[in-house]
């Protein structure tokens, strides 16, 4: 070939906007930027001017004065709880813990429902990966499968009654375990890897107070068979503390060290009164974390964020309660750390946090939480056209402080699942009404099963 003839690469597509932030390390935002996306993956990043030189476009999205950054891995919510919509009282407020006393009227078509309608607030939010875990996973993977998201989905698994749960009793349910397993199973076989590749499956036994030492093993072994993540809460609340020292003599991070549950496919949500011995167990197993301040905030309690990522723990965000924005969450997490006495965790590390950190809790590093070549192209785009975004002198500052309701288009493997072009083919108006149907039949439910205290007034 002469010298001095330019080959230009055909893509499917190239984003051009006033900011590009990789997330990269040691990267600053990109002025002028551009990403050209090819078969779902990212093939390069560079000013505007240099990727349309070496690339021609199939397609060209211009999101003008707007910064493309990576679409956040939120790792630790139950997507299907959004029922429990505008009753968020803190983790463990007053009266029984409604997601428990609810769990056996969740039947599959209302996992779907509710879950699609906490995917699509994810999605709405800029969230591009989130990892679920509840009851009957197989039916919130159709609606993941539908509206376009990335999902890390966990079946769980449970010894005890949710009911006696709720009023804090621990009655034992033989058999329930098996079913939920076996579930598990069907979960693995059936979807995971599925969805192109944006649904990959895992089991989450409930919690080390909830779920008894010989289940934990099966559940190691079977993780361990599939090579799937096991998803689980620990040392999240004091009932637990108490609970697992009286039966088990221990801690509940020690428990699961001691089953030969922790390991680098392992991630533990909350963490909350870890001791540091604990921590020190969960750094040396590789174990990772999902740190999700906003609930427990609301019960008082702050997690010790900083000692975590200074023991070199894997540390992800998660948003865990009925709403699904990571930006929220973020922000909750910052004013946490400062709570607990630590100012010096940056905005940027935030978005680290809940972009790479994330990526890396769940095992993904290499194809998601960032923008660079031959990772998956799952972007959002915040527009800063806004007055809340004007004027700007520091991009991650800035998004950090007002990212949220102006995230206006979010792509997944390239393709639009957000804002105008969008790809997916979900009719949101009208599944969002079946939610609002099946919500009024689950809250009459719960009313002739629990008592009318607990029905809602769908007047208002
Ligand atoms: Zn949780």
């Not at 070939?1 to 051009?16: K, W």
Request: glycine share 10%; proline share 4%; net charge negative.
């Amino acid at each position: 070939m002469p010298e001095g003839v330019l080959v230009v690469i055909a893509v499917d597509l190239v984003v051009r906007a006033a900011y590009v932030l990789t997330m990269t390390e040691g990267a600053s935002p990109l002025r002028g930027g551009a990403i050209a996306v090819d078969a779902g993956r990212v093939v390069r990043v560079g000013t505007a001017q240099s990727i349309d030189a070496q690339y021609l476009a199939k397609r060209t999205v211009d999101v003008g004065n707007a910064v493309v950054l990576p679409g956040f891995v939120d790792v630790h919510a139950h997507v299907s709880q959004t029922f429990l919509r505008g009753r968020q009282n803190g983790v463990f407020g007053a009266g029984p813990f409604l997601p428990f006393l609810v769990t056996d009227l969740l039947t599959d078509d209302r996992v779907r429902l509710f879950g699609l309608a906490g995917c699509l607030e994810a999605l709405r939010y800029g969230t591009t990966t989130i990892q679920a875990s509840l009851t009957s996973m197989p039916a919130l993977a159709e609606a993941v499968e539908l509206c376009g998201i990335r999902a890390v989905l966990a079946e769980e698994v449970c010894d005890m009654s949710y009911e006696d749960a709720a009023y804090g009793r621990y009655v034992h349910r033989p058999g329930q375990a098996d079913v939920q397993l076996d579930r598990a199973r069907l979960l693995v076989e059936d979807w995971h890897r599925s969805a192109s590749g944006r649904i990959i499956a895992a089991v989450a036994p409930l919690a080390p107070d909830m779920v008894l030492p010989g289940t934990y093993r099966q559940i190691a072994r079977f993780a361990h068979e599939y090579g799937v993540m096991v998803a689980t809460h620990a040392a999240q609340s004091k009932f637990e503390m108490q609970r697992v020292a009286e039966i088990q003599g221990t801690t509940p991070i020690r428990y699961l060290s001691d089953l030969g549950t922790l390991g680098d496919m392992t991630l533990l949500a909350h963490c909350l009164y870890a001791t540091a011995e604990d921590v020190a167990i969960v750094a040396e197993a590789g174990a990772a974390v999902a740190h999700s301040p906003r609930g427990f905030l609301l019960d008082g309690v702050v997690a010790p964020l900083s000692d975590w990522l200074s023991s070199g723990i894997r540390v992800g965000l998660g948003t865990d309660d009925v709403t699904h924005s990571m930006w929220e969450t973020l922000r909750a997490a910052r004013y946490a750390a400062a709570v607990r006495g630590d100012r010096s965790i940056t905005p940027y590390q935030m978005l680290e946090l809940a972009t790479l950190g994330g990526a890396a809790a769940l095992g993904l590093s290499g194809e998601v939480g960032a923008i660079a070549p031959d990772l998956k192209a799952d972007l959002q785009v915040v527009g800063c056209d806004g007055p809340e975004m004007t004027p700007m002198s520091d991009v991650a500052g800035s998004l950090v402080e007002n990212g949220g309701a102006n995230v206006n288009m979010v792509f997944v493997d390239g393709k639009i699942v957000f804002g105008p072009g969008r790809e997916t083919k979900i009719d949101i108006p009208r599944s969002l009404d079946d939610v609002r149907e099946e919500n009024g039949r689950l809250w009459l439910d719960i009313a002739a099963k629990f008592g009318p205290e607990l029905s809602i007034d769908q007047s208002r």
